[in-house]
């Protein structure tokens, strides 16, 4: 059976020319509105009536300066409108977060890719969304505005639980920061779907880590689409840290992922093939990294 779209409902179309403009209508209009990014959730969301409809939908894209990505010594600064595929091809992301690259080709297709943006996919907060794992092991954080405050949330605590966020109603997520990471630093992210992109992760696994001279001197794993939010794995971790990695002890932390996660059933994939795949998917993200 085809998708049935409806109309869009109705709602007020916002266009602020400024960030302030926009902080003063998140104030006035508090739970009311829906931010608009790409759209590339929003709208398909809207039609299927799948959201509460907002009163209001404020469009960012009206706005000059939020689509930069700067690279400096302290690290990456993402901006709330920055595409997909300027992530992608951002020199600073391809040569200090290749694995932020790799998370942005796995996405979606071309069209998609070139409207949507990472704080969209962060703030739609779905538990496959492809950016936030690999995010999560180069400890990133967002930055978060109100018309009154800012603060910084790391990613790791900005999901509560399925489409749902840290974010309060008047605030919206102004940057997306990455650490800078050390030299010999590598991440990998995989992704399982029935199709190359245009499709949602069954299960999606980054990891970023430092091998140094056969010893494990750093390393964050992180899942997607295996827990009702993307999650960390610290056990398997703990696994690894500081110890001389061997092909024993990989296959021992990708089996101690799996007792991180809590899949679902679902006409997509089972839970015992996703934990099977959490296993193989983190071993194989794990040989990659530390002992390739
Ligand atoms: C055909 C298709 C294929 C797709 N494939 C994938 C895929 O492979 N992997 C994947 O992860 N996703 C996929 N998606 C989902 C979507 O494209 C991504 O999640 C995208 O990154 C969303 O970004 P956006 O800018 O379009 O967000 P929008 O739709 O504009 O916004 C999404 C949500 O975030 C809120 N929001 C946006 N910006 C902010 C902000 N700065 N502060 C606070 N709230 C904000 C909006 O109000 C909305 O609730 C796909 C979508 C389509 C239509």
């Known amino acids: 059976m085809g998708i049935f779209y409806r109309r869009l409902p109705r709602f007020d179309y916002v266009v602020p020319k400024t960030l302030d403009e926009v902080l003063k209508a998140l104030n006035k209009h508090k739970g009311a509105y829906r931010l608009l990014a790409g759209g590339t959730d929003l709208i398909p969301q809207l039609k299927k009536r799948e959201i509460k409809e907002p009163e209001y939908v404020i469009d960012l894209k009206g706005i000059s300066g939020l689509d930069t990505i700067s690279y400096d010594g302290n690290g990456l600064k993402i901006g709330p409108l920055a595409t997909i595929t300027s992530i992608a091809q951002s020199p600073a992301v391809q040569e200090h977060y290749p694995i932020l690259a790799q998370a942005a080709l796995s996405m979606a297709s071309p069209q998609v890719r070139n409207r949507g943006t990472f704080a969209g996919n962060i703030c739609n907060a779905v538990p496959s969304a492809d950016s936030i794992p690999s995010l999560i092991t180069l400890s990133a954080s967002v930055k978060i505005r109100s018309a009154r405050k800012e603060r910084i949330v790391p990613l790791e605590q900005f999901f509560i639980g399925p489409r749902i966020t840290a974010l309060k109603a008047n ?3 102004v940057e997306i920061t990455v650490p800078q990471q050390r030299e010999t630093s590598r991440g990998v992210y995989l992704k399982l779907s029935p199709r190359h992109s245009m499709d949602l992760a069954i299960v999606g696994v980054a990891v970023t880590g430092t091998c140094e001279n056969g010893i494990c001197k750093d390393i964050r794993i992180a899942l997607g689409a295996v827990a009702p939010t993307p999650v960390r794995a610290p056990t398997a971790e703990a696994v690894l840290q500081g110890r001389q990695i061997t092909s024993a002890l990989v296959d021992e932390a990708a089996r101690n992922a799996v007792t991180q996660c809590s899949p679902i059933d679902d006409h ?17 993200a794990l040989n990659q990294i530390l002992l390739s």
């Open 171 to 173: 605030e919206m997520v």
């Open 268 to 284: 997509r994939a089972s839970r015992e093939y996703r934990c099977d795949m959490i296993y193989v998917l983190t071993r194989r």
